[in-house]
């Protein structure tokens, strides 16, 4: 059976849809199987907006373009279910129930990616909201294919990970328990115990639900799809696109504005990026696996009875956090940001306090200066709350960006066998591993540029020679601060 034909008049219901995953994968639907029967997206009220609403306002963004351009007629088939996933029962009325009996797929997508959130508000999301969701999917008789979107990094102490589960860390019943229980703060004063193996809430608790997943294996088609990081589009919906400013390009950006000019770590190290476009097609066609080819024909190849699939790098295309750090700033010197404030320098050190030394001299000084400027002006003080954003966010990544993990993906790869040549080009993924890391990354930038810091793609004349003027105004202060130093030196030590 081709894919687009599996997809033909299927129902499909989507948790996440509102996320960066979720919106990727509803635009692919629309665009490249828009003989789909139904789509259903979970999404609540949020910031005085119902669900139909935030759905409109989704549907008319600039990601959609293309696909309301190729095929109009599939946004007539998108329906918003209001709920929320932190709620029993995710929230959904007995109404919106009735129509989701005919579902037949499920990509439960929705999580809190939040590694800095609180114990109680990760369980009710990422533990209890799956627990939730199977429990809804039992009574759906046409369902094919239910698929748990996890990470990679839910079992972190493992350098190694295979596509397989894991013994479990805590009890998951125990673990919802706990969190309708006690307060935030025992919760999270709890947890540096509790979940000691884990770095953070998100970690833990997707581990977790991947238990829920494992319980459920013989009532539902279930399979767990486990991406590491995803980052901006390779080729579709756009080249670059990105809603976020996590990963890679987040960092490059900040490097780019010339705010973050240090970080710390093993610049030898390769850490596991994924492109969303290459997520996508690998969710659908999993998807696409459990439906036709049903795990409980291959039960004695799985350790667990459910199918496991890897969607990581695994070093097939592998650069180091030094490399991308070198590449990306010569990529902005050419491609500059209309919203730079100094140039694009810095780098990575092992050295710790090297680093922290340049925190403090080209990091926090220029920002209070900064900042000292602005509060004359209509304009609020903003630098050093960006410097404490970068901080938080450094901390909270650095165990994924200087730890590096062998993700074994055999079974994803062994998905691309399933693609007919004639729906290679739209579904297959395997041409993505040699992409031209050069030209990714000018993407990426031109993507974040367009998509997240609302510039033109492609540097103004303003912009280059704004940059030549703080290349020229780099060296004066440097060679200035040198020269007095050693001055300073001379007539203190030496006479």
Known sequence: MSIVNFYKDQEIFITGGSGYIGKALIEKLLRCVPNFGKIFILIRSKKGKTPHERLEELLNSYLFRRAREEHPESFT???????????????????NLKKLENVNLIFHVAACVRFDDNFKN??????????????????????KAFIHVSTTYAHPDQRTVEERLYPPYADWRTTIKLAETYDDETLDVLFRKYGENHPNTYTFTKSLAEQIIREYRT???????????????????????????????????????????????NPDCIPDFIPVDFCVRALLLTAYKIATQPAKEEAEKLIDGVEVFHCSNSKMNAISTGELIEMGKKVILDNPFEKCIWVPQGGITRCDV?????????????????????????????????????????????????????????????????VGDDERPTFGFMHYIDMNKKTFLENGIKGAKQFLLKEPPVASPQAHLRLRIYVVLDYIVKYSILYYMLRYIYRTVIV
Request: with cysteine; net charge neutral.
């Open 77 to 95: 088939r998108i329906f918003p279910i209001e709920g929320d996933c932190t709620e029993l029962g995710l929230g959904i009325s007995a109404e």
């Open 122 to 143: 990760s369980v009710f999301m990422n533990t209890r909201g799956t627990h939730e969701m199977v429990k809804i999917a039992e009574h759906m008789p046409k369902l």
């Open 219 to 265: 009532k539902l088609p279930v399979g767990i799809f486990r991406p590491s990081i995803v980052i901006s589009s390779i080729e579709e919906p756009y080249p670059g696109w990105v809603d976020n400013f996590n990963g890679p390009i987040g960092m490059l950006v900040a490097c780019g504005v010339g705010i973050m000019r240090t970080n710390n770590g």
């Open 354 to 418: 090297w680093h922290y030394i340049r925190v403090f001299f080209f990091q926090i000084l220029p920002a209070l200066f900064f900042d000292f400027l602005l509060s004359f002006t209509k304009y609020p003080p903003l630098l050093m709350k960006l410097q404490r954003r970068i901080f938080c966010t450094k901390n909270s990544l650095e165990l994924f960006i200087n730890t590096e993990w062998n993700f074994i993906n055999t079974r994803l790869l062994a998905l691309e066998d399933l």
